[in-house]
Structure formats: structure tokens, C-alpha cells
């Protein structure tokens, strides 16, 4: 699909962009209408301020995508790939992502605030100080990922094994209730307990 034909899509309301791929394009400034995006694979294209907001993705693919300023809020995420990806401050406040996989990929800063994540996996994927506030958590996985202060208030993260992370100064309520339920690591176990105020002593031997 050329740009030409991409942008006029993104311009029409509840327009749909089904069984294509995109190369290479470089969009900036646009603003979509609601458009339904179906098996599509967008490959090294450049979103710049771009509003995405309440549109629909289903089986698509971004690799090797750079995100500048841009919103998926209210957006649903059905069945997306995020392949080395750059997306800095990437919104999703109050969308609905489900099977959604981040691979590889520079999602620091991303707000997840009050969104739905059902079968979420994120592999050797950056969310320093992402937002992960009011958010419905299901089934997720993570794996050599990096959480550095991220927010994580009133979310649940029972059940997710967070033991090949990094969570340095995560971010949680007074009573650690987000926690409850998640695996760690004896390492970061340690760490935690630093946020109490609590010093842990090595064993000294003679």
C-alpha cells in the first residue's frame, strides 16, 4: 500500500486498511477516524505525533517501528506484534489490548493507565517508568524486561513472574497490595524490602 492510499484511509471515517504491508513510510501530524486496521504488517515506518486513538488493530504487525508523540488510547490491540520497535511515551490509556506480544523494543515511559491487558508478553522489552495505573492485568508474561520506576497503583500483579526483571524502585501503594501474589527473585525480594526502610544483613563468617 502506497502512503498516498494509507493516508487517505486515515482520513476517512471508519475507514478499514486490510492485507497489506507498509514500508518505510514516514507519517507525521496525521489524526485517524476510527479506522479498523486488519492483517496488516507495518515494516520500519515512522509514526510522528500521529493520533491513532479509538481505532482497532487485529493480526497486525509493527516491526521495526518508531513511535514519536503518538496516542492509542481506547484503541483495541487484538492479536499485535511489537518487533523492535521505538516507542517512548506510546499511549494505551483506557484501550483494550488482547494477545498482544512486545519483542525487543524501547517502550519506556508508555501509559497503560486504566486500559484491559489479556495475554499480554513482553520479552527483553524496556517500560522504565511506564504507567501502569487502574489497569486490569490477565494473564501476563514478562521476561527480561525492565520495569525501573514503573507506576503500578491500584494494579494487580498476582501471578506474573517478574523474577528475570529488573523492578528497582517500582513503584507501588504503602501496603505493597499490587505485589501480592507475583514472583520474584531472592535478589529482588531484597530490594523490596528496602522500600520498608528495612536493611537486610549478610551472613558473616568467621
Same mark, same amino acid.
Given at each position: 500500500?502506497? =502512503?498516498?492510499?494509507? #493516508?487517505?484511509? /486515515?482520513?476517512?471515517?471508519?475507514?478499514?486498511?486490510?492485507?497489506?504491508?507498509?514500508?518505510?513510510?514516514? #507519517?507525521? =501530524?496525521?489524526?485517524?477516524?476510527?479506522?479498523?486496521?486488519?492483517?496488516? *504488517?507495518?515494516?520500519?515506518?515512522?509514526?510522528?505525533?500521529?493520533?491513532?486513538?479509538?481505532?482497532?488493530?487485529?493480526?497486525?504487525?509493527?516491526?521495526?517501528?518508531?513511535?514519536?508523540?503518538?496516542?492509542?488510547?481506547?484503541?483495541? !490491540?487484538? &492479536?499485535?506484534?511489537? &518487533?523492535?520497535?521505538?516507542?517512548?511515551? !506510546?499511549?494505551?490509556?483506557?484501550?483494550?489490548?488482547? =494477545? *498482544?506480544?512486545?519483542?525487543?523494543?524501547?517502550?519506556?515511559?508508555?501509559?497503560?493507565?486504566?486500559?484491559?491487558?489479556?495475554? /499480554?508478553?513482553? %520479552?527483553?522489552?524496556?517500560?522504565?517508568?511506564?504507567?501502569?495505573?487502574?489497569?486490569?492485568?490477565?494473564?501476563?508474561? !514478562?521476561?527480561?524486561?525492565?520495569?525501573? %520506576?514503573?507506576?503500578?497503583? &491500584?494494579?494487580?500483579?498476582?501471578?506474573?513472574?517478574?523474577?528475570?526483571?529488573?523492578?528497582? =524502585?517500582?513503584?507501588?501503594?504503602?501496603?505493597?497490595?499490587?505485589?501480592?501474589?507475583?514472583?520474584?527473585?531472592?535478589?529482588?525480594?531484597?530490594?523490596?524490602?528496602? @522500600? @520498608?526502610?528495612?536493611?537486610?544483613?549478610?551472613?558473616?563468617?568467621?
Amino acid at each position: 500500500m502506497s =502512503g498516498e492510499v494509507l #493516508l487517505a484511509a /486515515l482520513k476517512a471515517p471508519d475507514a478499514r486498511v486490510e492485507n497489506t504491508s507498509v514500508s518505510s513510510l514516514e #507519517l507525521e =501530524g496525521v489524526s485517524a477516524d476510527g479506522t479498523a486496521f486488519e492483517n496488516v *504488517v507495518f515494516r520500519s515506518c515512522t509514526f510522528d505525533r500521529v493520533n491513532l486513538s479509538g481505532c482497532t488493530f487485529t493480526d497486525v504487525v509493527f516491526s521495526g517501528c518508531r513511535f514519536v508523540g503518538c496516542d492509542m488510547g481506547r484503541c483495541w !490491540l487484538n &492479536r499485535c506484534d511489537f &518487533r523492535s520497535c521505538s516507542a517512548p511515551g !506510546l499511549t494505551f490509556l483506557k484501550g483494550r489490548l488482547t =494477545g *498482544v506480544s512486545m519483542t525487543d523494543s524501547q517502550m519506556g515511559y508508555c501509559d497503560l493507565s486504566e486500559a484491559t491487558v489479556d495475554r /499480554l508478553v513482553a %520479552r527483553e522489552t524496556s517500560l522504565v517508568e511506564a504507567n501502569v495505573y487502574g489497569t486490569r492485568l490477565r494473564r501476563a508474561t !514478562l521476561e527480561r524486561c525492565d520495569l525501573t %520506576r514503573a507506576t503500578v497503583f &491500584r494494579s494487580s500483579l498476582a501471578g506474573i513472574d517478574l523474577s528475570t526483571c529488573e523492578i528497582a =524502585g517500582i513503584r507501588v501503594s504503602s501496603d505493597f497490595h499490587e505485589l501480592r501474589g507475583a514472583t520474584v527473585s531472592v535478589e529482588q525480594a531484597a530490594q523490596l524490602v528496602g @522500600l @520498608l526502610g528495612v536493611k537486610v544483613k549478610e551472613d558473616e563468617w568467621p
